[in-house]
């Protein structure tokens, strides 16, 4: 399609068409509730209210709450060498990921996930690879005004020199535009705009909102843009044939010659069908919930672990035992992460032999495609537990099984390398 014609077709989705209400539409069963307000412009770049700051003066609780993302933990004083808080170096907390991640970016540089507060210096900052300015779309507040200036080009743009155009991070703008009030949402990277329409469902507002960059993407080879694979599916199986469908991976294991792909942070496709998603709770119900602070009230904005927050985010269902709920997390989580790091330790088995056994040519061309077919699949389902950021709690049952069949796929490679 062309692309200025892509750019005009997108912005109507996102929000022109909505704005005039009752304009004819095509296919009125899409219709989004939350994008339905007849408020929701997309304001012209000028207009654009992009900046935290700018809503200070009006939600001054609000304001503060969403400052501390800039923190991990409560009144922990940031290390300013670091420009914020230390962040936890995943190459020595697993280090059997830099077998794994071999060959890319991930096996040299990657470190814990900080807080919306440093989106944009983390990705200015990350010493890994970055193809265009598509690599900004999940990171600063400035991304639909650079996609309104740009269109379809803004994709494989220059990521330095675009980024060098903008000094926001994430800020309200994300999620409400220039219409906090009432907490409604709105929706403003362009590839979720798309995302959605594939979806069955539409989920709550609150999971909107952290969908529209908490999610597996990748990016199109030739136009860079940020794609959302979706179209079987959002299930562990369904992405993986979107994948595979298309040929698609991301890198290819130096040892094995294995094409893999390299999972993002799938948080929304983990959580969608969950016990809590079923009961209707929304990401924003338990990471931003109701708070109240020296008598006030209001919606906090500190997006972080729920664990700081038990009462608020989980007492009104389980009740007032906070300890016990939080150990039954962690318990959770510890059988998750045991079970992920005993899939990598056979991944890390299963890459050296295939690598011993393909120097040594004592492979037929059918054993190779069979053991690369394993182990871009077994890599692929460890990965999409190991990267979702909740160590399974998301969904538990999901993770359990995802890793349960990567294990499965592992053990056939392993014996296959056995027999030879
Ligand atoms: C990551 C997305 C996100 C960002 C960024 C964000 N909000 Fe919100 N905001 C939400 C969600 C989600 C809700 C609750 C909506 C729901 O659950 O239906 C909300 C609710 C609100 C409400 C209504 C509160 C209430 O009491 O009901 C206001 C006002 C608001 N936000 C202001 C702001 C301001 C000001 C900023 C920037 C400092 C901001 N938001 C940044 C997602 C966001
Ligand atoms: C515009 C993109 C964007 C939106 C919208 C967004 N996030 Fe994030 N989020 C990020 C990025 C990027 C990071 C990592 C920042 C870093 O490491 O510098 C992050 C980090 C986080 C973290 C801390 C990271 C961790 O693993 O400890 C939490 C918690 C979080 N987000 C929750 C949410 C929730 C809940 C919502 C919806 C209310 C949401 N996010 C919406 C992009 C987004
Ligand atoms: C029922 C409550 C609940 C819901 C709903 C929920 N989460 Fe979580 N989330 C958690 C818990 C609990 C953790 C684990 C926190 C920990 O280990 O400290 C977590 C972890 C995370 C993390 C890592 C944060 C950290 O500090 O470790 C991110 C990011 C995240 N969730 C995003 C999301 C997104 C996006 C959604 C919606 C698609 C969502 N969550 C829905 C409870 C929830
Ligand atoms: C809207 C009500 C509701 C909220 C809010 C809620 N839960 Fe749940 N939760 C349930 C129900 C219902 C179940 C399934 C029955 C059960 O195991 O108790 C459940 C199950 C669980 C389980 C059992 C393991 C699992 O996933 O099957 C854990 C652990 C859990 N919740 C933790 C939390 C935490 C932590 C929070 C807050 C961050 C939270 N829940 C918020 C209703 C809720």
Redesign the pocket.
């Known amino acids: 399609m062309k692309k200025y014609k892509r750019t005009v077709i997108l912005l109507i989705i996102i929000a022109l068409a909505l704005s005039f209400g009752c304009g004819p539409r095509e296919e009125p069963e899409a219709r989004d509730p939350v994008d339905e307000d007849p408020r929701v412009v997309v304001p012209s770049p000028e207009d654009m209210l992009v900046a935290a700051e700018d809503w200070k003066e009006e939600y001054p609780l609000i304001y503060e709450s969403f400052i501390r993302t800039s923190r991990m933990q409560d009144n922990k004083v940031e290390d300013s060498s670091l420009g914020g808080l230390h962040p936890i170096d995943y190459l020595k907390k697993y280090p059997n990921i830099i077998t794994l991640y071999e060959g890319m970016g991930f096996s040299k540089e990657y470190y814990i996930?900080r807080g919306h507060y440093y989106a944009l210096e983390d990705v200015i900052n990350t010493s890994r690879p970055k193809p265009g300015a598509s690599c900004l779309a999940c990171k600063t507040s400035e991304y639909e005004k650079l996609y309104v200036e740009h269109g379809d080009d803004l994709f494989a743009r220059d990521f330095q020199k675009t980024s060098q155009e903008i000094s926001h991070s994430i800020s309200c703008y994300n999620c409400h535009r220039n219409e906090p009030a009432d907490g409604e949402i709105q929706i403003t990277s362009p590839h979720f705009a798309l995302g959605i329409e594939k979806l069955e469902t539409t989920p709550k507002a609150g999971?909107q909102a952290?969908?529209q960059c908490?999610v597996e993407y990748y990016l199109d080879p030739e136009t860079r843009e940020v794609i959302l694979p979706w179209d079987n599916g959002i299930g562990v199986d369904e992405i993986e044939s979107f994948f595979d469908e298309r040929d698609y991976y991301d890198w290819e294991h130096p040892r094995t010659g294995t094409p893999l792909i390299k999972v993002q942070?799938p948080?929304?496709e983990m959580?969608?069908g969950s016990i809590?998603?079923q009961m209707g709770?929304?990401?924003a119900?338990?990471?931003m919930p109701r708070v109240e602070e020296n008598g006030q009230e209001y919606k906090s904005h500190w997006a972080?672990?729920?664990?700081k927050t038990v009462e608020e985010?989980?007492g009104r269902c389980h009740g007032a035992d906070n300890e016990g709920l939080i150990a039954q997390?962690q318990e959770g989580?510890r059988e998750i992460e045991s079970l992920q790091v005993q899939v990598s330790d056979m991944l890390v088995k299963l890459i050296a032999d295939f690598g011993v056994a393909l120097e040594e040519q004592e492979l037929d061309d059918d054993t190779i495609d069979q053991l690369r077919s394993l182990h871009r699949k077994s890599q692929y389902r460890w990965d999409f537990v190991f990267v979702e950021?909740?160590?399974g709690?998301?969904d538990y049952d999901k993770a359990r099984e995802t890793l349960e069949s990567a294990k499965e796929y592992a053990r056939e490679a392993l014996n296959i390398l056995e027999a030879q």
């Open positions: 996930a999971t952290c969908a908490h942070h948080e929304f959580y969608t809590h998603d709770v929304s990401c119900d338990c990471h972080k672990s729920p664990l985010s989980c997390v989580q950021n909740s160590t709690f998301h």
